[in-house]
C-alpha cells in the first residue's frame, strides 16, 4: 500500500486527452496497451515488444503520466494494468476505436 | 493542376495510425481539423487558432504529412481541407471519435 503510494497517476478528470493520442501515437506503446487490454495485470517483461527493458520501463511511465495505465508495486515486480473503465468514462469509445484501427491495420 | 502536383500528400495506404494520433495530440492541431470538419476548404488565417501564421503553416505540414489534410494553392492562396471520407475509409470510426472526445472535453 504504501509503495503504491509512492507512484503517481493522473486523476480521471485531471487525463486529457492530447496526452492520451500522443501516448498512443508510439507502435511499442500501442501494443502494450492492446496487451493489457485483455484485462490482465502484466509486467514490463511479460508483454512481447522489440525494445530493451529501460525502454520498456520508459513507455510504461509515459502511459501511466497520460493516465492509460495504473501501476502497483509488489515486491520488486511493477505491475501494470489498464485504466480501461476510467478512459471509457472520461473519452467514452475512445479507446476501443484506436485499438480497433491498430488491429484492422495489420 | 500543376502548383497542386508540388504538394505531396500521402497515398491512403500510406497513412499511418500513429502519424494520425500523433498528428491530433496537438491542442491546436486537433481545433484546425475540428474547424475543417464542417467540410469547408479553409485557409490557415480564416481558423481561429492562437498561433503565428509561420506555426499554423507548420501545424498544417503536419497534418497533410499525416494524411489528414489535403492542401492545394489557388494563386498565393494554399486552401486546406481534411480528408475525411479517406480517413473513414482507412480507420472506421476514428476521427468521429477523437472530435467528440476533445469536444465533450471542454
Redesign the interface.
Known amino acids: 500500500m504504501i509503495a503504491e503510494s509512492h507512484i503517481a497517476h493522473p486523476e480521471l478528470e485531471e487525463i486529457?486527452?492530447?496526452?492520451v493520442?500522443?501516448a498512443?501515437?508510439?507502435?511499442v506503446r500501442?501494443r502494450i496497451v492492446a496487451a493489457l487490454a485483455g484485462g490482465e495485470e502484466l509486467r514490463c517483461g511479460s508483454i512481447d515488444v522489440p525494445v530493451t527493458k529501460s525502454t520498456c520501463t520508459h513507455h510504461f511511465r509515459v502511459l501511466r503520466e497520460a493516465g492509460l495505465i495504473r501501476q502497483r508495486q509488489e515486491g520488486t515486480t511493477r505491475l501494470n494494468s489498464l485504466r480501461r473503465e476510467e478512459l471509457d468514462a472520461r473519452?467514452?469509445?475512445?479507446l476501443g476505436?484506436?485499438l480497433?484501427?491498430?488491429y484492422?491495420?495489420r
Open positions: 486529457e486527452l492530447g496526452g493520442l500522443h498512443l501515437s508510439d507502435p500501442l473519452f467514452p469509445g475512445l476505436t484506436i480497433g484501427a491498430a484492422s491495420d
